[in-house]
């Protein structure tokens, strides 16, 4: 990752992403003053190192910056040093950003029945997210439930649209956990997992966000997958500010 980020360009393609996410090859070439060859290159090598992701619309190939390998690094070595500068400029770029659909990605060291039980299970679950459990009898149409002994009440409800173990899951999703995210309206969260050798790539895609909503709903993500690898890779808890929070 650290090889991908030394070179300014690449930098700077992370910074156009970040100001406006789902770009194309020929909306990002137009900002550089080199050739679509050149940025596809670049582009390659960010893909290659995880910190952008690539979706098919149609003819076009969207590119999103995924921010979870750095919250990783953070995870481990800044939030030792640095936790209050590191968690300002965090919720600083979470301000900036206003994007209708956000993607991430992760690889983890385990089979796709163990990381389908570690999203399925609530007991799993509240290890990884915040201490909140999610109840549900996991088939398609059925509702779900977030909630956790800390919290005081609901966290979060939805519907399970689509339910292929242990490779896809599509839900609904409306947010309860503070004043701020009740009125924000219902999103989606897809779990797509790919076995790649020993391991499984995650890719979380959380869209039909309204533009400009709030944080909340998906400033998250990064910690979650952090500590859902976390936990499937060594057992441990990811005890970062905030990670237990509704744990009781």
């Not at 290159?41 to 003819?59: I, M, S």
């Not at 979470?94 to 163990?114: A, G, N, V, W």
């Not at 956790?148 to 292929?164: D, Q």
């Not at 076995?195 to 400033?219: F, K, M, W």
């Amino acid at each position: 990752m650290f090889r991908a980020l030394a070179d300014p360009t690449r930098r700077s393609l992370l910074d156009e992403l970040f100001e406006a996410d789902g770009q194309t090859l020929t909306a990002l070439g137009e900002r550089f003053s080199m050739s679509r060859f050149g940025v596809m290159k670049h582009l390659k090598v960010l893909e290659e190192a995880g910190l952008v992701v690539t979706r098919r619309r149609g003819r076009e190939k969207l590119h999103f910056l995924n921010p979870v390998p750095i919250r990783l690094v953070h995870d481990r070595w800044v939030s030792k040093y640095a936790e209050p500068w590191a968690a300002s400029l965090s919720g600083l770029k979470t301000r900036l950003e206003s994007s209708m659909e956000k993607m991430f990605e992760i690889y983890i060291r385990t089979t796709p029945e163990q990381l389908w039980e570690a999203i399925t299970d609530p007991d799993i679950r509240s290890k990884y997210q915040f201490g909140m459990r999610q109840t549900s009898d996991w088939t398609p149409g059925s509702r779900y439930e977030m909630g956790g002994p800390g919290a005081p009440g609901l966290l979060g409800e939805g519907v399970n649209l689509e339910v292929e173990p242990p490779r896809r899951l599509v839900q609904s999703m409306v947010a309860l956990w503070s004043d701020d995210v009740k009125n924000e309206g219902t999103s989606r969260v897809t779990w797509e997992i790919e076995p790649i050798g020993d391991s499984c790539r995650l890719t979380v895609t959380h869209d039909q966000l309204r533009d400009g909503a709030n944080e909340e709903l998906y400033g998250g993500w990064p910690m979650i997958l952090s500590g859902l690898k976390t936990w499937l890779e060594t057992g441990q808890l990811l005890t970062t500010p905030g990670s237990l929070l509704y744990g009781g």
